[in-house]
T-cell receptor
């Protein structure tokens, strides 16, 4: 029954590795997002997809690559992980791009050692 | 560039008190403003969504107002309870590029 789900919940990895975080929504929404919450708890948009099309790419290093295989899924792949990538990553979805409520997943806590 | 500020950064109140959280934004060109609650180590829970054409929204003990022209929103919590303790975040959906901009949040602690 979970509306927006993410896997894994926790991810601990070493610098230089490549990792992926998966997100799925069962709300039938057209728009999905990735946010990063840093150690100071500040939330910032990274990417937004609408109907599988990239809409927002917010000055994120190109080591981060989102992929949307279908409207219900938006995955985040990160290459060559760095210490500064340690954060909580949230996936969210909404019915559309403008004027709609956003629903958030539980977050993935990434720790890079 | 849109900026969102929340005041106060932290607030501690005794149970039963009515309280107001403030959110201000610099650009009035928004689609909507959304208030969220975040418990420690958890995701965000949507509380209220106010469209740019609306003045307020209510849900139970919560009431959110929006004054787009002055770039302000308030979240009013009536008869606060210890279970209301959490971080409250406001976010605006910018018309310039559909970006969502978050404030830094207000950490609320309600003492029993």
């Amino acid at each position: 029954d979970t509306a927006v789900s993410q896997t894994p919940k926790y991810l601990v990895t070493q610098m230089g590795n490549d990792k992926s975080i998966k997100c799925e929504q069962n709300l039938g929404h057209d728009t999905m997002y990735w946010y990063k919450q840093d150690s100071k708890k500040f939330l910032k948009i990274m990417f937004s997809y609408n109907n599988k099309e990239l809409i927002i790419n917010e000055t994120v290093p190109n080591r981060f690559s989102p992929k949307s295989p279908d409207k219900a899924h938006l995955n985040l792949h990160i290459n060559s992980l760095e210490l500064g990538d340690s954060a909580v990553y949230f996936c969210a979805s909404s019915e559309g791009l403008a004027g709609y409520e956003q629903y958030f997943g539980p977050g993935t806590r990434l720790t890079v050692t | 560039k849109q900026e969102v500020t929340q005041i106060p950064a932290a607030l501690s109140v005794p149970e039963g008190e009515n309280l107001v959280l403030n959110c201000s934004f610099t650009d009035s060109a928004i689609y909507n403003l959304q208030w969220f609650r975040q418990d420690p180590g958890k995701g965000l829970t949507s509380l209220l969504l106010i469209q740019s054409s609306q003045r307020e929204q209510t849900s139970g003990r919560l009431n959110a107002s929006l004054d787009k022209s002055s770039g302000r929103s308030t979240l009013y919590i009536a008869a606060s309870q210890p279970g209301d303790s959490a971080t409250y975040l406001c976010a605006v959906k910018d018309t310039g590029g559909f970006k969502t901009i978050f404030g830094a949040g207000t950490r609320l602690f309600v003492k029993a």
